[in-house]
T-cell receptor
């Protein structure tokens, strides 16, 4: 059973547009929701993360929106740039159990 | 500060051969793990360790062995490689506290022919 479902699988956005990636989870015990960014040929790197006691967290052009009742969280990239083209993974975490990742979204930002 | 170091970067194996992917971290992290990444499958956990001498299975452990004799090192062993193990392998580490950043190595590309 997939613990976190990520969509879309791929996304093409015009430069300057907003990129939105969504994740849904089932287990209400999860208490940490990070997003990882991965460039080709590199390992994933933490981009931004949120805990369920807040509904939104913003860092520069990147924002996580969190809906605890719907068990969903999303990544918004404002003013998307070609340098944002990468694969994005959401993840969920509970206690000392390992991170569980979504299947990833390949974002392409075109000029 | 090197972070998480994986070797080798690329490897081609013949079916049935054995090999070890090396992973070392210099951040004194208690938690270390191995993931494999396949197209459309995301990152799937193979094995993980919460400290020296302690290991546990993840989502896809079959065909892989691990050991954790020191805090720094967490090697992944393929005892008899199969074409289904062709993948990109990532080692990761973090402090053992909820919400701590997990740091990934740069990956090891393995092809089994």
């Amino acid at each position: 059973q997939q613990q976190v479902k990520q969509s879309p699988q791929s996304l093409i956005v015009q430069k300057g547009g907003i990129s939105i990636i969504n994740c849904a989870y089932e287990n209400t015990a999860f208490d940490y929701f990070p997003w990882y960014q991965q460039f080709p040929g590199k390992g994933p790197a933490l981009l931004i993360a949120i805990r369920p006691d807040v509904s939104e967290k913003k860092e520069g052009r990147f924002t996580i929106s969190f809906n605890k009742s719907a068990k969903q969280f999303s990544l918004h990239i404002m003013d998307s740039q070609p340098g944002d083209s990468a694969t994005y993974f959401c993840a969920v975490f509970s206690g000392n159990t390992p991170l569980v990742f979504g299947k990833g979204t390949r974002l392409s930002v075109i000029a | 500060n090197a972070g998480v170091t994986q070797t080798p970067k690329f490897q081609v194996l013949k079916t049935g051969q054995s090999m070890t992917l090396q992973c070392a971290q210099d951040m004194n992290h208690e938690y270390m793990s191995w993931y494999r990444q396949d197209p459309g499958m995301g990152l799937r956990l193979i094995h993980y360790s919460v400290g020296a001498g302690i290991t546990d299975q993840g989502e896809v452990p079959n065909g892989y062995n691990v050991s954790r004799s020191t805090t720094e090192d967490f090697p992944l062993r393929l005892l008899s490689a199969a074409p289904s193990q062709t993948s990109v392998y990532f080692c990761a580490s973090s402090y053992l506290v909820s919400g701590n950043t997990i740091y990934f190595g740069e990956g090891s590309w393995l092809t089994v022919v």
